[in-house]
């Protein structure tokens, strides 16, 4: 099946766009395809959130100081939003995924719209990918789905600092659809049809960066981040490639860069959460605090459990866990140290791919190799 990039054409002509979820993300994404060309209606739960959006052009909750585009209007009307949409765009929490999608099924079940998830998180009580998700509740043929992933922080983007993603769909022809529309002066987007390593990836790294902000938390320096991101890297790159994902793509935008980019940041709501935690926060109170949603701290559990299955070693997470549930002390945290005796291991993967410093050495050289190459076309990831 080819998904139609038609449909009602939206103010001055322009293809007219949804974006579902109107947190930091989802604006920040709306206003990445309205600065691309479309008109983009975003849908928010909360009327207040859609008047200001519409009127004055602002999400002051979400995204200070930041000025939205005129081809950006908003509504709290589900019907409103998705109507002659000639793509849907999804940024709910993963964990209200399924039941807001009860609602928005009749309202795409004749077209056929590209469904693009822009969510970083599992299931929590089936484990299953968001892609998995939209496919069972919606009822769609999958070459209809695309996800979107990458080291994407809202606030930077929002303010148009220039950065990169990858767009996968099964179908390269989705893929490259959604790129085409999702691209602007300082977004830039490239493709693949590794679905599966795509949204591991994004889902994976929120896990490292709750660690990452754990140990930052407690006070401890550079060199105990930068292992902890090393090996996260071979943790992830191993559970993506356990459930049929391409090495490759841990190693680009979808995996590594966006491992950089959450770890590194304040911005990241992940290593925020950690870092409260590290700071002797309960989870509970952890929680409390977040304005916003940490899909890493609900995605702890259903990792573990799906690594377990396919018999997938996650010391990085396994710790996190035990943070998370109150019996580790923050301050004993170094997963990076765990071995099961005293005999020195290699760095290799489980998989057989290299993950020390030469595989971080490639996987740099082709982040930055793809942020120079390929202009004005979608380029493999």
């Not at 949409?85 to 004749?110: C, E, F, G, W």
């Not at 790159?237 to 680009?252: C, H, K, R, S």
Request: glycine share 12%; hydrophobic share 40%.
């Amino acid at each position: 099946m080819t998904p139609r990039s038609d449909g009602r054409r939206g103010e001055a002509g322009l293809p007219r766009i949804a974006v579902i979820g109107s947190g930091s993300w989802g604006t920040t994404f709306g206003k990445v395809l309205a600065d691309g060309g479309a008109h983009v209606v975003m849908w928010a739960r909360r009327a207040e959130v859609a008047q200001e959006i519409q009127e004055g052009h602002r999400n002051s909750e979400y995204l200070p100081g930041v000025n939205l585009p005129r081809t950006m209007s908003a509504t709290a009307h589900l019907s409103e939003a998705l109507d002659g949409a000639s793509q849907v765009y999804l940024a709910i929490s993963s964990q209200a995924l399924r039941q807001n999608l009860k609602a928005v099924r009749p309202l795409v079940a004749r077209t056929e719209a590209p469904i693009v998830s822009l969510m970083k998180g599992v299931e929590k009580r089936t484990g299953l990918r968001m892609s998995q998700v939209i496919e069972q509740e919606l009822h769609c043929d999958p070459a209809r789905i695309a996800v979107a992933s990458g080291p994407n922080l809202a606030l930077e983007i929002a303010r148009e600092q220039p950065t990169a993603a990858v767009i996968s769909s099964t179908s390269r022809e989705t893929a490259e659809a959604v790129a085409r529309r999702a691209r602007n002066t300082y977004f830039r987007t490239f493709v693949n049809t590794d679905v599966i390593g795509t949204e591991f990836g994004g889902v994976l790294k929120n896990l490292i960066a709750v660690a990452i902000g754990i140990v930052d938390g407690v006070g401890y320096g550079e060199n105990t981040k930068a292992s902890i991101i090393t090996r996260g890297l071979v943790e992830m790159t191993d559970f993506a490639v356990a459930y049929g994902a391409q090495p490759e793509t841990l190693q680009g935008l979808a995996g590594l860069g966006d491992l950089i980019a959450t770890c590194q940041s304040p911005l990241s709501r992940n290593n925020t959460a950690g870092r409260l935690l590290g700071q002797g926060y309960s989870f509970q109170d952890v929680v409390k605090q977040m304005n916003q949603t940490a899909e890493g701290l609900a995605s702890v559990a259903p990792v573990l459990e799906l690594a377990r299955e396919a018999g997938v070693q996650m010391p990085i997470v396994e710790q996190v866990k035990m943070v998370l549930d109150g019996t580790m002390n923050p301050r004993d945290i170094a997963p990076h140290l765990t071995t099961d005796d005293d005999k020195p291991t290699g760095e290799r993967t489980q998989h057989g791919q290299n993950g020390g410093g030469g595989a971080l050495r490639r996987s740099l050289q082709r982040a930055f190799d793809q942020l120079r190459n390929g202009r004005g076309r979608a380029a493999g990831d």
